[in-house]
DNA sequence: ACCCACCTACGAGTTTCCCCCGATTCCACT
DNA sequence: AGTGGAATCGGGGGAAACTCGTAGGTGGGT
């Protein structure tokens, strides 16, 4: 019998432990990485392919949600459990659309935990409470520029964002302009604000 | 030789998790007791006299640093490392002023929990080295340098905010300039981020 | 096959920001 | 009286951000 392999994806070392320990706590299932940002968890998943991926939200370079929707649009997109600190009908409906299967809150989480990996190991979905099962709509901005809206929201300017994407200067400043204009935002302040208001990144 | 008896206040169970397994793994170091809020931890505390504290700041009914206060009004206080979630001089300053020995954030706690711990015990206090770096030089703004953070952070350029403090753009632009260095902050991005931390602005 | 959205990329120009200097006035504290 | 901080004003220069227009390649949908 081959173990449940699950990748853990948290910034705070405090969390990744507390994961870890109810995690292994459980006979046949196994932690097999840690990410720290979500771009480390995109790479990681295609390195380990875990079968249950469970991802913070707030996470430096690339939030849990872009995570989420990148990992997810894979041909075999891997079952995803957002774990969050606060209880948002708005969030969870965000999460659905990003393709994640599951969502518990921080505050909850261990039996609950154990509860939601080994539904999303069955094949089946786990939420914590009131599903707002409407379908998705705002995300007016496409992957790419969200990528770049956390990127600038995190101070970065745009020759260190067009560096870590790997794309020229100029490509990496018609992305803001792209935003600036869909969002009717006036500068990098207000862009900020908005990532703020829509958990793209942390104050 | 007794033990180092150590208190944990927070309100998630994983973070509590974590707290504990790094606690418990050090020879000497015991956990005695795990408080869910800021009022439990004033009980839990009075009843266990803990030698140590380790308090996170965001939690309901009571918050870490009111907690903190009340604890510290006692006649022999016990010594309290904050543990937070942001890197706030004015947190910063709020935690030193009612009476906390020691401020660490989450997402590099582990060993410079271990560190903190190790160093409260000894009577002395600890800082993670950005925070004392950004207590040190960052001291305080002006009143008028608040103001230009305001309005910066609200999403206006220089020249606007000249004209509604009714300076010229070159004094708009050395105060903008004066509270980049005075927070070590490396852009627009950041003081945005920073006037929402500190509550000069909202998101 | 076609169109459209998206990502990519370039040039040329303007505006804003950021930092290096300098300076004067006012006011509070010693 | 002197010291120092705060607030004001200024030049100059380089970096970054923003605007405008243009355009190739790809993938999905009709």
């Not at 507390?18 to 979500?38: F, K, Q, S, Y």
């Not at 996470?59 to 997109?77: D, F, H, I, K, S």
């Not at 999460?95 to 994640?100: D, I, N, P, Q, S």
Request: charged share 25%; with cysteine; hydrophobic share 45%.
């Amino acid at each position: 019998m081959t173990p449940l392999r699950i990748l853990i994806a948290d910034d705070h070392e405090l969390v990744r432990h507390g994961l870890r320990r109810v995690i292994e706590d459980v006979p046949g299932w196994t932690v097999c990485g840690e990410a720290t940002t979500g771009r480390h968890a995109v790479t990681l998943a295609r390195e380990t392919h875990p079968h249950i991926i469970v991802m913070d939200i707030a996470m430096p370079e690339l939030n849990g949600l872009e995570a989420t929707r990148q990992l997810c649009a894979a041909p075999v997109p891997p079952a995803i459990l957002i774990l969050s600190m606060h209880e948002s009908t708005e969030l969870i409906r965000e999460t659905l659309a990003a393709g994640a299967r599951g969502y518990i809150l921080k505050s909850d989480a261990g039996h609950a935990l154990v509860q939601a990996v080994t539904a999303l190991a069955a094949g089946k979905k786990f939420f914590n409470n009131k599903i707002a099962a409407l379908a998705h709509d705002s995300a007016t901005l496409t992957p790419r520029e969200r990528e770049v809206v956390q990127l600038a929201a995190e101070g970065r300017t745009s020759k260190e964002i067009a560096t870590t994407l790997a794309i020229t200067l100029k490509t990496c400043e018609a992305h803001r302009t792209n935003i600036l204009r869909k969002l009717s935002l006036r500068s990098i302040s207000e862009l900020v604000r908005y990532a703020i208001r829509n958990n793209i990144v942390e104050p």
